[in-house]
């Protein structure tokens, strides 16, 4: 059965603490969703952009992290991002409407709209102490949890879905994650979720 998955989050640490996080500049015209895979853009400005799904041996190109927020689609990398010891003087993208009386340069935000700032937050793929929870498959189609993957087949990749939106556990490679249990949220059958973690020589490090 062709397989959907449901984005990628972090469900604990083994430490305990919080899942390592960092907002970084936006890579231009990126309209990846929250949960999605992914790296440093090799080319452009070096901005966060979606993962292609290809290399995986921490060069760049390879994962950086798991997104938690959706990407704003950016006529330019980093559009609105603070410069380095330059005060903050733009908005970038956020949503305003409008024009105000008198005041040529004034925006007309919504009560509750947030700033961008030319960034996005991204939980770090380079720290095994974060463990993600994402949908298990086998190359393009759905899988069954066994005891066994953690013994006998543990290392797997991360590919798209079939609608092309979110990535799940492929157990059709090997060269990104480590399984490391079973999402007990789930009961046992096609589709369901496991517990991940990225594979430190496979990822970016910051």
Known sequence: MAITAVPIQPVKTVS???????RIIEEATQTFKLGTVVTVAAAGDG??????????????GSPAGISYEAASNLASTGLG????????????SAVT????????SAKNIPHGAPFNDGRVGIF????????????LGNNGNTANWSDALLSTNSLAGLKLDTGGNFWYVDLNQTNSVRIVG?????????????????????????
């Open 47 to 60: 901005g966060i952009a979606a993962w292609a799904g290809v290399t995986a041996t921490g060069a760049p």
């Open 182 to 206: 079973r999402d007990l949220r789930d009961p046992i059958g096609a589709g369901n979720r496991v517990l991940f973690q990225f594979i430190s020589t496979a990822v970016i490090q910051f």
């Open 124 to 135: 770090l793929a380079e720290f095994a102490d974060t463990i993600f929870s994402a949908t």
């Open 16 to 22: 305990g603490n919080q899942p390592a996080a960092r």
């Open 81 to 92: 991002a603070p410069q380095p010891n330059q005060p903050y003087t733009g908005i970038g």
């Open 97 to 104: 409407f409008g024009s105000v009386p008198n005041e040529a």
